[in-house]
T-cell receptor
Framework: KAGVTQTPRYLIKTRGQQVTLSCSPI?????VSWYQQTPGQGLQFLFE???????NKGNFPGRFSGRQFSNSRSEMNVSTLELGDSALYLC?????????????FGAGSRLTVL | GESVGLHLPTLSVQEGDNSIINCAYS??????FIWYKQESGKGPQFIID?????DKRQGQRVTVLLNKTVKHLSLQIAATQPGDSAVYFC?????????FGQGTELSVKP
């Protein structure tokens, strides 16, 4: 079955713009988590959605937001982009039930902010 | 912020040797740990996991050891191959989310 699909794979934006990233989880997976990966900070948890509700949230400013649709697909949005937002944004899915701990990651969306 | 730390940022080994990647975690209440491998241009891939009620778990060529007394986790790779070259992350499940370490880059010399 298909893995986790993220689009777009690469994008370039300028400061002040906003960006929307998309994630399609593995079929049947109801939980989608987002991570930001940078060389200096490693993998930082952004948020997790389950059944269209945000179930958990990391320590990121309100410029970072997300949502999940009824088909479990998820989007994340970053507004008023800053240079420091340049990173690889990873989406991961899991069944979402108790004990389903293994996240399956997509290849990521690499965002460059100029 | 929350973090799971790694002792060494880089590790270079000879092909065929065994590799040991270490990880220190911070939350003594964490009950689940997992190792991921990330190759260039790809997302992290699951390698092996372990629950806190175990101290050792083996997979195919990989073994994870958990020492809760000193909050230490290690990944052992037997007969390391060039295809094992990647960045390895440990993670702990705490407060409902996976918290990742900084990563160790494993380089395998032919």
């Amino acid at each position: 079955k298909a893995g986790v699909t993220q689009t777009p794979r690469y994008l370039i934006k300028t400061r002040g713009q906003q960006v929307t990233l998309s994630c399609s989880p593995i079929s049947g997976h109801r939980s989608v988590s987002w991570y930001q990966q940078t060389p200096g900070q490693g993998l930082q948890f952004l948020f997790e959605y389950f059944s269209e509700t945000q179930r958990n949230k990391g320590n990121f400013p309100g410029r970072f937001s997300g949502r999940q649709f009824s088909n479990s697909r998820s989007e994340m949005n970053v507004s008023t982009l800053e240079l420091g937002d340049s990173a690889l944004y990873l989406c991961a899915s899991t069944l979402g039930t108790s004990g389903a701990n293994v996240l399956t990651f997509g290849a990521g969306s690499r965002l460059t902010v100029l | 912020g929350e973090s799971v730390g790694l002792h060494l940022p880089t590790l270079s080994v000879q092909e065929g040797d065994n590799s040991i990647i270490n990880c220190a975690y911070s939350n003594s209440a964490s009950d689940y740990f997992i190792w991921y491998k990330q190759e260039s241009g790809k997302g992290p891939q699951f390698i092996i996991d372990i629950r806190s009620n175990m101290d050792k778990r083996q997979g195919q060529r990989v073994t994870v050891l958990l020492n809760k007394t000193v909050k230490h986790l290690s990944l052992q790779i037997a007969a390391t191959q060039p295809g094992d070259s990647a960045v390895y992350f440990c993670a702990e499940r705490g407060r409902g989310k996976l918290i990742f370490g900084q990563g160790t880059e494993l380089s395998v010399k032919p």
